[in-house]
């Protein structure tokens, strides 16, 4: 009544108002293969969003804007309506809810405007037939005076239910979540161990406790329910109950559960969260709808079923983690913290009497047959690591699923999960690479998981008919492009519909009640899929009958693969990720995360992982928010090249059988002989770890201690293994290189500076070999004498200062107080002779120098030549073991064994092949400059080789025209298996800058064109690649890609070819000075073109760099042709040209594909002859302004 008596006060004098409607998301909507659409009415005048096709959540994110003059009264009074309806149905049944309200109640509201408010939608004709669904909008009422409230950032406070617009007389029923608490396992250390370290010295106290308080904290829409606190228990047996009540249905989606450690003094520590998504664990439909619509709807429920939790590394820390935030939820987890046994039911119309209830002895029982465990085997084969960007330390990678594989967590058994420390080596032009030559590490890590195949081998079914009708979706869509005749076009319309049609009709795992490890949900899922896949499978045929239009009939086809998608989510994931670490010591550089059911191997081959046993191109990430920085890290932490298996024990045969693949795979027994220099001999004694032990040097292994497990035995005598990446020194791949040393300096306090106890050291401040006395090798000669490095922060003598040498922390200016300092001496050295490496030569070198290899300290980078600083070193024994018994275990997995052998798969001879990289252009690059422009050049990334291309000054679109060669490139594996999955090309572009470092503009991703027999059709074809910066879209690049078997090695079970196959190379392209060019054939065919240009002047300039733009100038760029306009001498006089009329002769490629855009910059010609650039647009296709002469 109050708000009724402030309008009647309202002015009745027409003004200007703007109401703002912003339409973001639906959720909950009611029935089932619904595309629906929402139309919003503001006093009479209507909009719609798009259709968005085959979704109950549809996100629209569409802003509409309702312009008024009119007195508030009247356009307070006014109705603002929002209605959803589903496209698919006539007008008269289609409306599925509405909600109406008029436009003074968001004017009444703070700041006049709803901000990210639900609205509830009821059926217009029945408000008792309950809630229609959800509908999240921003209502905004401007008058004049009046700013806009800003946007904030989205987050999880929207999903409250006080954050709900209801209609009056609508009831929402009561209704509450049940969620079972079992019990948890896995869960890291989060406290200090400093007390119980003390109590063991002390003897003092029980046994040693966990580390960890965990409880369990579940959430949704705001309400939240916690089990108690299990005191120093890193798996805990919960057995509670928790009760959240909520009003049903609810427009929230995601249940949220979180695992905390609880702490005396600060406050509680997250350990990790996952979410249950709503719309996966329930099903949409109601009683009006068809019978399947009524068969396949129920509420939420979940389990009995493990939930995996993600967040930061397992390893603790005192000090504070810059990765906590991913224990939130934050990001994308890094590593696998532990998981949880939980059971959800919704109980409608029922109050519970307390939020947290006990579990009753049966209910605990009843979970036992979900705990059975089955064994499992993980293999993972790496081919290759390139563009590796830590090379200052061995590098190793680490598989592991769960907390199995963990090389840093000392709760699990040690497995054979990390590939042998290995130094990175320049590839002679930018990138490192890890050099293993014709031994690949492998790695097997055994593990014990719940039997879920039959949920991960529907979704991998199901994940293939996706895959196929998309990439039968493709072709029809470039049919489409290429204006291909109707027929061709209806043919594969007709092919695509046969194929979907076959697909949905094949058979499913069947499960039932009888199931091991199936739970409620899994039978209704179940029956989901098989009413829609029958439902999909009739209005296919229905389809491939009546169609009429191919692109009307793609876009019901669109339809179907929107609703198998939504098939292929599995909720009850409980196997845990596969997470692959790059190391370097024992620090984690960068990760990369594979879900299992990706590489699970299945005896059905529809049901294995698509990338079970396949080559995969891994790119690997850094964690938590570095990731997101691409300004500061845009290089990729390393591209690896690997194999993945995982499946039962009992299935393991399927990897360790190679009949059918190149390669023998071998197991050794591995131990370190350490030895340290004492006055010049080498010597065992006083080791500060054992004569014979593991790499980490903390456990004992004396080579002649090796027994073999049963089943097995040892082939041979124990031999030495040298590591071939030892071979290679720092300037191993340069051309010219740049030593440098520190003369270090110390004195006491208010005496005179000397020589310092160590006087010469490296920029570590390790030990190092004087100045004068580093020699340079033959194949180098000194370009320079020493020189004191003084273009640092130092003084005029190249001296910088600290108080302690091991603290750091150097300044260039003498400080009393100061008691160490240093000075940098440098001097380049050329490479003279241009020697390749043979593999052989450098083993047999370093099996002549009986395999040690060097370094001051064992903590140290390990080198192959001796040198006068080094005080340790070390030499690998390996035994080889063969199998006897083919019943025995494949991974010689012992209770008692504390170090797992090396396993590795070891190629006769690679493949040689050669890669002809064909870069013509890129357009709509990034603009790195200031001025708006970019000197881009492009860096190509294949194998373990790199090249570069020229660098273009000053465009956004640049035409390169050339081709770059790789030859004898090393590939190992069958011939096949690389025609079918050839190894990638990367493509990375970069922004040439006189000073500092380049800017990273974009990188794409592309397979090349193998070809076995040498030149001969088809021919490559120039194709657009997107180019990508991160998430941002970075330009495109027109290029082409060819790879040439060079020589085919006769290896045991290769195809059988002639000698003389794989040789006949094509010509080397043509030259221009020392590039090459793309080859005729390839590059575009030109013709003469002329481009007539009609620019009649600039409006509405905006100010760049806080001057107004009052005399422009227009530059056109097509072809690398460029015509520049007159100057506009006053624009505020006259913001017309004298001369609108351009006019281009130029050559430009006759298919309109790689026809080049045009540049369109517009420049201000300021005083002091500046002409800075203010506006930059380019036409990317000149198609539509084309016509006949």
């Known amino acids: 009544e109050k708000e009724k008596d402030q309008r009647h006060k309202l002015s009745n004098k027409p003004q200007d108002f703007q109401v703002r409607v912003r339409i973001i998301e639906g959720r909950q909507l009611s029935g089932q293969n619904i595309s629906p659409v929402a139309r919003v009415t503001v006093a009479n005048q209507t909009r719609q969003t798009k259709v968005k096709i085959s979704t109950n959540k549809p996100f629209y994110d569409e802003t509409f804007f309702f312009n008024f003059n009119m007195s508030p009264m009247e356009l307070f009074d006014e109705i603002i309506s929002f209605e959803v309806f589903n496209s698919r149905k006539l007008r008269a049944n289609a409306m599925i809810g509405y909600f109406k309200c008029d436009i003074g109640f968001f004017y009444e509201e703070p700041g006049h405007a709803a901000i990210r408010k639900w609205v509830l939608l009821t059926d217009p004709d029945d408000k008792m037939a309950g809630v229609k669904g959800y509908l999240k909008v921003t209502v905004m009422v401007l008058g004049p005076g009046d700013e806009a409230p800003v946007k904030s950032a989205q987050d999880d406070n929207d999903d409250i239910e006080t954050n709900l617009l209801q209609p009056s007389g609508v009831m929402l029923r009561p209704a509450t979540f049940s969620l079972k608490v079992y019990r948890a396992e896995d869960i890291p250390q989060m406290d200090s161990g400093f007390i119980e370290g003390i109590k063991r010295v002390l003897r003092v106290g029980e046994e040693q406790k966990e580390l960890v308080d965990p409880y369990l904290l579940f959430s949704f829409a705001g309400m939240k329910a916690r089990t108690r606190i299990h005191y120093n228990s890193d798996h805990p047996e919960f057995n509670q109950e928790l009760n959240v009540q909520f009003k049903f249905p609810s427009m929230c989606e995601r249940l949220k559960l979180q695992m905390f450690d609880w702490d005396r003094l600060t406050a509680d520590d997250c350990i990790g969260t996952a979410h249950l998504p709503m719309s996966a664990i329930s099903g949409q439909g109601e009683d009006g709808e068809s019978w399947v619509e009524r068969n396949i709807s129920f509420l939420p429920m979940f389990g009995p079923c ?236 229905k389809l491939r009958e009546s169609a009429t239009d191919v692109r009307e009939a793609l876009g019901e086809i669109e339809g179907f693969l929107q609703r198998l998608r939504d098939l292929t989510v599995e909720p009850q994931n409980s196997m845990p990720d596969v997470i692959i670490w790059m190391l370097s010591g024992t620090k984690r550089i960068a990760y990369y995360r594979i879900p299992a059911f990706d590489v699970l191997y299945e005896p059905y081959s529809e049901a294995c992982g698509e990338n079970c046993g396949q080559v995969q191109n891994i790119f690997m990430k850094y964690p938590g928010k570095k990731q997101q920085n691409i300004e500061d890290y845009p290089e990729v932490p390393a591209h690896v090249r690997m194999m993945i298996w995982l499946g039962l024990e009992k299935h393991q045969e399927d990897w360790t059988n190679r009949e059918l693949t190149e390669g023998d795979f071998c197991v050794y027994a591995e131990t370190y002989e350490n030895e340290m220099n004492i006055l010049g001999k080498w010597t065992a004694k006083g080791l500060s770890r054992p004569n014979f032990s593991n790499t980490r040097g903390d456990v004992s292994l004396p080579k002649k201690a090796f027994i073999a497990p049963d089943g097995w035995r040892f082939d041979g005598d124990c031999l030495f293994h040298c590591c071939f990446s030892l071979s290679y020194d720092r300037d191993s791949g340069h051309k010219t290189f740049l030593e440098d040393v520190f003369q270090c300096e110390s004195r006491l306090p208010g005496g005179s500076w000397g020589p310092a106890t160590v006087p010469w050291t490296d920029v570590r401040g390790d030990a190092a070999t004087a100045k004068d006395e580093i020699q340079c090798d033959e194949d180098w000669e000194w370009t320079s004498e020493w020189m004191v490095d003084l273009n640092r922060a130092v003084d005029e003598d190249g001296y910088e200062y600290t108080v302690e040498s091991t603290i750091g922390g150097y300044g260039p200016v003498e400080k009393t107080y100061h008691l160490c300092r240093r000075r940098r001496w440098v001097r380049s050295r ?360």
């Open 306 to 541: 493990f939930i995996n939790v993600y967040g930061s590394t397992r390893e603790y820390s005192d000090l504070p983690d810059e990765y906590d935030d991913l224990n939130l939820g934050n990001g994308e987890g890094v590593a696998y913290r532990g998981r949880v046994l939980v059971e959800l039911e919704t109980k409608l119309g029922v109050t519970p009497q307390s939020p947290t209830d006990d579990l009753q002895s049966h209910e605990i029982i009843s979970v036992q047959p979900y705990l059975r465990r089955r064994k499992y085997k993980l293999f993972a084969c790496f081919l290759e690591a390139s563009m590796v960007s830590c090379s200052d330390g061995p590098v190793e990678f680490e598989v592991s699923i769960g907390n199995y594989g963990n090389k840093l967590d000392l709760s699990v058994p040690p497995s054979s999960s990390t590939t042998p420390p290995t130094n990175a080596v320049y590839d002679g032009c930018y990138y490192y690479f890890l050099p293993w030559g014709d031994t690949k590490p492998c790695v097997c890590v055994e593990s014990h998981w719940e039997d879920i195949g039959f949920r991960l081998g529907t979704k991998n079914i199901l994940t293939r008919m996706c895959e196929r009708l998309e990439v039968n979706m493709d072709k029809v869509n470039l049919s489409l492009e290429a204006n291909a005749q109707p027929a061709e076009t209806a043919t594969l319309l007709i092919s695509l519909l046969d194929q979907l049609i076959n697909d949905v009709r094949k058979p499913l795992p069947k499960i039932d009640n009888n199931t091991p490890g199936v739970n409620d949900l899994d039978l209704k899922l179940q029956e989901v899929r098989l009413m829609e896949k029958l439902s999909i499978s009739e209005e296919a045929i």
């Open 830 to 1189: 050329k490479l003279i002779a241009e020697l390749e490496i043979d593999e052989d030569d450098v083993y047999a070198e370093q099996l002549a120098k009986e395999g040690w290899e060097y370094a001051p300290m064992f903590t140290m980078k390990f080198h192959a030549k001796e040198r006068k600083m080094d005080l340790v070193r070390r030499r690998r024994w390996h035994r080889k073991m063969v199998q006897e018994d083919p019943s025995a275990p494949a991974d010689l997995e012992r209770e008692t064994m504390m170090n797992a052998p090396r396993m590795f798969i070891t190629y006769e001879k690679p493949h040689r092949y050669q890669l002809r990289a064909y870069l013509f252009q890129a357009r709509d690059l990034l603009a790195s400059d200031p001025d708006g422009v970019s000197d881009p050049y492009a860096r190509v990334v294949f194998g373990t080789r790199s090249s570069v291309t020229e660098t273009l000054a000053r465009t956004l679109c640049p035409t390169w025209d050339q081709t770059l060669i790789f030859d004898e490139v090393n590939i190992y594996g069958s011939i096949e298996q690389v025609a079918e999955n050839p190894p990638a090309v990367i493509i990375e572009l970069y922004d040439k800058d006189p000073v500092g470092k380049d800017e990273f503009m974009g990188r794409c991703v592309v397979k090349p064109l193998v070809k076995l027999n040498g030149q001969g059709p088809p021919a490559p074809r120039l194709l657009w690649y997107d180019v990508e910066r991160g998430d941002e879209y970075g330009g495109e690049i027109l290029a082409a890609f060819e790879l040439f078997l060079v020589s085919i090695t006769k290896v045991q079970n290769a195809s059988k070819r002639g000698n003389d196959e794989g040789t006949d190379l094509p010509f080397a392209p043509p030259m221009k000075g020392n590039l090459f060019l793309v080859p005729n054939g390839i590059r575009p065919v030109m013709q003469r073109t002329a481009i007539e240009v009609l620019c009649w002047g600039v409006r509405n300039m905006k100010k760049f760099q806080l001057a107004s733009v009052s005399s422009p100038s227009i530059e056109f760029e097509c072809g690398g042709h460029v015509v520049n306009s007159t100057i506009i001498k006053n624009t505020q006089k006259n913001p017309n040209f004298d001369q609108p009329l351009f006019f281009f002769d130029v050559y430009l490629p006759k298919e309109e594909l790689y026809t080049p855009p045009m540049n369109i910059k517009v420049r201000d010609n300021r005083s002091f002859g500046r002409k800075p650039m203010v506006g930059l647009h380019a036409l990317k296709s000149l198609q539509r302004f084309r016509c006949d002469p």
